[in-house]
């Protein structure tokens, strides 16, 4: 089965829009994903900007976040065409869609209701096969904190690759962590690392000294 793993950029919704905030605050203005076939190797990617349709720039923070200005956007589809498109880059039925968090799948749910977007087959068959690889590696590594994906992918030892937040290299960098968890001698050793550097007992200068029988002087 074809595993997509894609990451959706946002950016907030204009504060003079007040009733449209109530149902979403933000928009997405990239969506960047990888497909990678049976043997769990890239087979494809799929990499679009989107025009925001409720607000008129990019905000500073996110422009420096993302690295994606309102120039960038301005020639874009709108959300609407853009999630069609990467509906149908996804193929033929099966596969999964894979995001580190669950926090893309619910923009996607807000956004469509807020643009009214209908709910397509293509679409739906999508949100239904969604996973969410963040939570799914916690449990491999039995950790309950959630960990951002730049900390997972430098446990792993991987060098983490392209720029933060950008649409694309978070979707290739889970992918990444996705094939090693798939390897079972990787698998081990990245379990090792975690269980390591969740330690409740790291090694510190108190493990040397101790500094309880230590007099100082008194001022």
Same mark, same amino acid.
């Given at each position: 089965?074809?595993?997509?793993?894609?990451?959706?950029?946002?950016?907030?919704?204009?504060?003079?829009?007040?009733?449209?905030?109530?149902?979403?605050?933000?928009?997405?203005?990239?969506?960047?994903?990888?497909?990678?076939?049976?043997?769990?190797?890239?087979?494809?990617?799929?990499?679009? /900007?989107?025009?925001?349709?409720?607000?008129?720039?990019?905000?500073?923070?996110?422009?420096?976040?993302?690295?994606?200005?309102?120039?960038?956007? @301005?020639?874009?589809?709108? +959300?609407?065409?853009?999630?069609?498109?990467?509906? @149908?880059?996804?193929?033929?039925?099966?596969?999964?869609?894979?995001?580190?968090?669950?926090?893309?799948?619910?923009?996607? #749910?807000?956004?469509?209701? =807020?643009?009214?977007?209908?709910?397509?087959?293509?679409?739906? &068959?999508?949100? %239904?096969?969604?996973?969410?690889?963040?939570?799914?590696?916690?449990?491999?590594?039995?950790?309950?904190?959630?960990?951002? =994906?730049?900390? @997972?992918?430098? =446990?792993?030892? #991987?060098? +983490?690759?392209?720029?933060?937040?950008?649409?694309?290299?978070?979707?290739? %960098?889970?992918? /990444?962590? &996705?094939?090693?968890?798939?390897?079972?001698?990787?698998?081990?050793?990245?379990?090792?690392?975690?269980?390591?550097?969740?330690?409740?007992?790291?090694?510190?200068?108190?493990?040397?000294?101790? +500094?309880? %029988? #230590? %007099? =100082?002087?008194?001022?």
């Amino acid at each position: 089965m074809r595993k997509i793993f894609v990451d959706l950029e946002m950016n907030p919704i204009d504060r003079t829009y007040v009733k449209e905030r109530e149902t979403c605050t933000m928009e997405t203005i990239e969506i960047g994903a990888i497909c990678l076939g049976e043997d769990n190797q890239e087979i494809g990617n799929f990499c679009e /900007y989107v025009k925001p349709q409720y607000s008129e720039a990019i905000q500073p923070k996110y422009e420096k976040l993302t690295g994606i200005t309102t120039d960038m956007v @301005a020639g874009a589809s709108p +959300f609407r065409e853009v999630l069609a498109r990467f509906a @149908a880059w996804c193929g033929e039925e099966p596969y999964t869609v894979w995001s580190w968090s669950d926090s893309d799948i619910w923009q996607i #749910l807000k956004e469509t209701d =807020l643009k009214k977007i209908p709910d397509t087959p293509e679409v739906k &068959y999508m949100l %239904n096969h969604w996973r969410d690889f963040q939570q799914e590696f916690g449990s491999m590594m039995h950790i309950t904190k959630a960990m951002k =994906l730049e900390k @997972a992918v430098s =446990l792993a030892g #991987l060098d +983490f690759a392209g720029r933060a937040h950008d649409g694309l290299t978070d979707a290739r %960098n889970t992918a /990444y962590l &996705y094939q090693k968890t798939q390897d079972k001698e990787e698998f081990q050793k990245l379990q090792d690392i975690v269980a390591d550097a969740f330690s409740p007992h790291r090694f510190t200068m108190g493990d040397v000294f101790n +500094f309880g %029988n #230590l %007099n =100082l002087p008194k001022g």
